[in-house]
């Protein structure tokens, strides 16, 4: 069975990208039919609003003068970064209902926020069995002496 959808770009038969909100779109799709899970949700920097609101920041983030201010609205002040959506365990079993028994998911996740999205895919459900790191470096290293 091929599945289409009015707003889906089918790819050489074999791949279907479907443009629209993930949770509307898991929503259309049949039981079963996933065969693996790849996805880069966001990473949800605009939790930096909550944590510093509860230390009296939340007014000095908008000045261009605090180093935090850039985290304020999400990942480069983008708003679809900020909420929680991979942090819900609803989303990932929305995810899991429709892939095949067996399948694979692969979710890539900030360094800040991993653990969050690693524990709600699991309290969806799935099983954990290893993780990939990606170690990176930035900035120029500096002299102790």
């Known amino acids: 069975m091929r599945w289409r959808h009015d707003d889906d770009l089918v790819l050489d038969g074999r791949v279907t990208l479907h443009a629209g909100d993930c ?10 039919s996933i065969d693996a899970g ?3 949700p966001p990473y949800h920097f605009g939790s ?7 230390t ?4 000095r983030m908008n000045s261009r003068a605090e180093a935090f201010s850039r985290h304020a609205k999400g ?4 708003q ?3 909420g929680d959506i991979a942090f819900r365990p609803e989303t990932w079993a929305l995810v899991g209902s ?4 067996g399948a694979h998911l692969v979710a890539f996740g900030g360094t800040k926020g991993f653990h969050r999205l690693v524990c709600a895919i699991e309290d969806a459900g799935f099983e954990i069995r290893d993780t990939i790191c990606w170690h990176y470096g930035s900035g120029f290293p500096k002299s102790q002496n």
């Open 80 to 82: 679809w970064d900020a």
């Open 38 to 40: 790849v996805t880069d």
């Open 23 to 32: 949770l509307d779109v898991l929503a259309t799709l049949p039981p079963d």
């Open 98 to 101: 429709v892939m095949l028994p």
């Open 56 to 59: 009296g920041g939340a007014d």
């Open 75 to 78: 990942f480069m002040n983008k």
């Open 48 to 54: 930096i609003v909550k944590r510093f609101a509860k």
